[in-house]
Nanobody
Framework: QVQLVESGGGSVQAGGSLKLSCAAS????????MGWYRQTPGKERELVSM???????KYGDSVKGRFTISQTDDKNTLYLQMNSLQTEDTAVYYC??????????????????WGQGTQVTVSS
């Protein structure tokens, strides 16, 4: 089984920063990549950022230039550095992992395992 445990969420004022962490354990097939998605009530879960096993990255348009995804060398810990936070960034942030027999390209990479989520609240 794949287990993902997020930490680092909380409350911050607009313009501030937060860093999320996700600890991954377990393996099924190949861990092709990991990433962050977020969700607000009544909306679909949306991409924040993904990083492949080889370090390729992609970002949602609304966070480009403000958020940075990274991972440890052993690929077991994922981070999301969030700077210049805006009230629109308020959401539950989910860590996800993509495990497949064969890894797709970063453009097609999506998680199929999820953590429990961590709340990020940005106030004005």
């Amino acid at each position: 089984q794949v287990q993902l445990v997020e930490s680092g969420g909380g409350s911050v004022q607009a313009g501030g920063s937060l860093k999320l962490s996700c600890a991954a354990s377990g393996a099924i097939f190949v861990r092709c990549g990991m990433g962050w998605y977020r969700q607000t009530p009544g909306k679909e879960r949306e991409l924040v950022s993904m990083i492949s096993h080889f370090g390729s990255t992609k970002y949602g348009d609304s966070v480009k230039g403000r958020f940075t995804i990274s991972q440890t060398d052993d690929k077991n810990t994922l981070y999301l550095q969030m700077n210049s936070l805006q009230t629109e960034d308020t959401a539950v942030y989910y860590c996800g992992a993509a495990h497949h027999l064969m890894c797709p390209s970063i453009s097609d990479l999506k998680p199929n395992y999820w953590g429990q989520g961590t709340q990020v609240t940005v106030s004005s």
